[in-house]
């Protein structure tokens, strides 16, 4: 065919779904719900816990809800990897609510088999999977405890297989996020798996539009000032040829900017080697690609390179790690900082005489170092004002609880002159941690369990 138009209709869990309506009035022919992250996954797994038929992203039916008039009648397909930890879930969730809007005669394809849990043990000793840590190189014997999550980052092949199998949403687990988005130009533009070039222009093209408003001026750095109703920022839109040449664009008549400063914000976006960004499907040379700025908010994109993509996946897995707390006490000017911390260092002493035992502090000052920490330079200005951010690690719910509450007698016996709000954590609340394991597998052990089920809403 022609162009394929897609677009990024989120860009992570509890993001706002009205925000496809205009891509959706756009007409385009992929609507691709990018809704995952690591910490997703942990509170995914949280859900589970508490209800096995939970696991997916619970926003998904509002998404659905939107585009399933449309999905309908032939005017887009949906792709997305809400499905998190459990895709099969999500689908059910995505049957009944086309059901309850009277919605029939659509198929539903789920991806399977990125949930390598149960798989583990097998593939540890028998397949010789050394699952290192990817960041430190501990060893697999040293992983914390019951492994909670074991989800491999697939890539576009299997989204391919259901849109070829005539999917009109598909639904997937722990899907790479620009691979979402390479799949319908790959279903469409019949690419092949080692055309790497025009591989690497769908995943520079993916990356760009993964993180909704981002590349529309969201966390712009450039003059964020003097972007057009920054109240009304919406998500990219691409357009791509067979060649992977590519134009980005926004809905008409929306605020924000679509230019080569706003895309090449989002295009070094968690991207640790630009001229070697790995995916499942291929590397891409972000590097390569030339950027066009072109009238009406447009931008065109060509001549990305990319090389064969690595033999493995990543590997996201899973542990308990103790409990935490938190708790939030601004002070006020004069002595800001300085009460701030006088405020940390009684509260930890209290914590030490009742004999609370705590794994790990971690004491922030905000309106003083809390996003630069010690890369912030000294100054000899004082703050007007400073909010002490104060939390800690346990091992057990109940320690965990129990340390905020000897914050709570500080309200009137802390240092003078501004404590304000005691904050989350200052009861006894306690929030359970999971600690996270990054590592890799080999391709050949996950895609022999990957599958597509369809289902047809009738």
């Known amino acids: 065919m022609g162009e394929v138009v897609i677009a990024g209709g989120q860009g992570f869990y509890g993001d706002t779904p009205t925000a496809v309506d205009a891509l959706l009035a756009e007409g385009v022919d992929y609507l691709c719900l990018e809704a995952l992250a690591e910490l ?8 589970r816990q508490r209800d096995e038929s939970r696991g997916y992203t ?5 998404y659905l809800a939107r585009a399933l008039p449309f999905v309908a009648d032939g005017r887009t397909k949906v792709i997305t990897n809400a499905g998190g930890i459990n895709p099969t879930a999500a689908a ?6 086309a059901r309850k809007l009277g919605v029939n005669g659509i198929t539903i394809a789920t991806v399977v088999g990125d949930d ?37 980052y697939l890539g576009a092949r299997p989204i391919v297989d259901a849109l070829a199998q005539g999917a009109d949403i598909v639904i997937t687990g722990r899907v790479a996020d620009a691979s979402l988005f390479l799949a319908p130009l790959v279903h469409e533009h019949g690419w092949g798996w080692d055309d790497w070039d025009r591989l690497a222009a769908g995943i520079l093209v993916g990356h760009l539009l993964e993180c ?6 969201g966390n712009y750095s450039g003059d964020w000032w003097a972007l057009p109703n920054p109240w009304d920022l919406p998500y990219p839109i691409a357009s791509v040829d067979a060649d992977g040449t590519a134009v980005i664009s926004k809905p008409r008549g929306s605020g924000g900017r679509v230019s ?7 295009l070094l976006y968690e991207v640790h080697d630009p001229a070697r960004y790995l995916s499942p499907d291929v590397v891409a040379d972000f ?28 590997l996201l897995l899973s542990a308990h790690a103790g409990w935490a707390g938190e708790a939030r006490v601004a002070f006020a000017w004069p002595d800001a900082y300085e009460k701030a911390k006088a405020t940390a260092a009684i509260l930890r002493k209290r914590v030490e005489l009742a004999a609370l035992e705590v794994d790990e502090w971690l004491v922030e000052y905000w309106g003083v170092n809390a996003l630069g920490g010690p890369t912030v330079p000294p100054t000899t200005s004082e703050p007007p004002e400073c909010t002490l951010r104060v939390a800690w690690r346990c091992a057990d719910q109940r320690t965990a609880g129990l340390v905020g509450r000897e914050l709570v007698p500080l309200t009137l016996s802390a240092p003078p002159a501004g404590m304000t709000g005691a904050g989350r954590g200052a009861g006894t609340s306690a929030t359970e941690l999971l600690s996270i394991w990054p590592t890799l597998i080999d391709k050949s052990v996950v895609d022999a369990d990957v599958r597509v089920v369809l289902e047809e809403v009738k």
């Open 58 to 62: 619970r926003d998904l039916p509002a």
């Open 116 to 152: 390598v849990l149960t798989r583990l043990p097998a593939l540890h000793s028998q397949h010789a999977q050394p699952f290192a840590h990817l960041d430190t190189g501990e060893p697999f014997d040293a992983f914390p405890g019951p492994p909670l999550f074991a989800s491999a």
């Open 287 to 314: 590097t390569s690609a030339h950027f066009e700025d072109l009238a009406d908010n447009r931008v065109r994109i060509s001549g990305v390179h990319g090389t064969p993509a690595t033999e493995t996946y990543k």
């Open 92 to 97: 059910r969730a995505a049957i009944d609510t």
């Open 40 to 47: 997703t996954l942990a509170i995914l797994q949280k859900d």
């Open 260 to 266: 080569t400063d706003t895309l090449r914000h989002q």
């Open 212 to 217: 909704s408003g981002q590349s529309i001026g």
